[in-house]
T-cell receptor, first 113, second 113 residues
């Protein structure tokens, strides 16, 4: 059962543009939603995360928006740069149990110069 | 503070052989996770430890797979009688425990010929 669905599968934006990646989850017990960035041949790197007590979290050019009623969350990358070109994964877990992360399928982002 | 390390980084083996991977977590992280990632997909959970206790195993972890964390520090993942379908990136992550963010290592790329 796919518990976290991610879209789009691939995304091409111009330098300076805004990249938006969306995720939807099914399990209402999930209460921790991180985003990971992965470059080819590397492990995923934690980018930013949110818990459902807030609807938005911003760190630098990266913002997570969270809609608990819709069971959706999204990553916005402002002023996208070629160095942001990577695969992005959303994930979800139950924070207090500290157990498994359930990942989305990934979005391959290409930022053209 | 060094990150999560994994060895080897690459492993090529013939079908039917046994392989063992090692993961060294971030020091003082008492939780250690194993995930598997196939090309174009998000990581899938395999198992996790709190200290030396294995707390959860995924259905993906067949009888040919075994994981240990004997002294609550490093962990090993062994695959017996490898099959071509075992070809994947095997990722290790660690966290401080309940409510801890998971940090990933660089992964071990397994190719079964």
């Amino acid at each position: 059962q796919q518990q976290v669905k991610q879209s789009p599968q691939s995304l091409i934006v111009q330098k300076g543009g805004i990249s938006i990646i969306n995720c939807a989850y099914e399990n209402t017990a999930f209460d921790y939603f991180p985003w990971y960035q992965q470059f080819p041949g590397k492990g995923p790197a934690l980018l930013i995360a949110i818990r459902p007590d807030v609807s938005e979290k911003k760190e630098g050019r990266f913002t997570i928006s969270f809609n608990k009623s819709a069971k959706q969350f999204s990553l916005h990358i402002m002023d996208s740069q070629p160095g942001d070109s990577a695969t992005y994964f959303c994930a979800a877990s139950i924070w207090t149990s500290g157990s498994r992360l359930t990942f989305g399928e990934g979005t391959q982002l290409t930022v053209n110069p | 503070d060094t990150g999560v390390s994994q060895n080897p980084r690459h492993k090529i083996t013939k079908r039917g052989q046994n392989v063992t991977f090692r993961c060294d977590p971030i020091s003082e992280h008492n939780r250690l996770y194993w995930y598997r990632q196939t090309l174009g997909q998000g990581p899938e959970f395999l198992t996790y430890f709190q200290n030396e206790a294995q707390l959860e195993k995924s259905r993906l972890l067949s009888d040919r797979f075994s994981a240990e964390r004997p002294k609550g520090s490093f962990s090993t993942l062994e695959i017996q009688r490898t099959e071509q379908g075992d070809s994947a990136m095997y990722l290790c992550a660690s966290s401080r425990g309940l409510g801890g963010e998971q940090y990933f290592g660089p992964g071990t790329r397994l190719t079964v010929t």
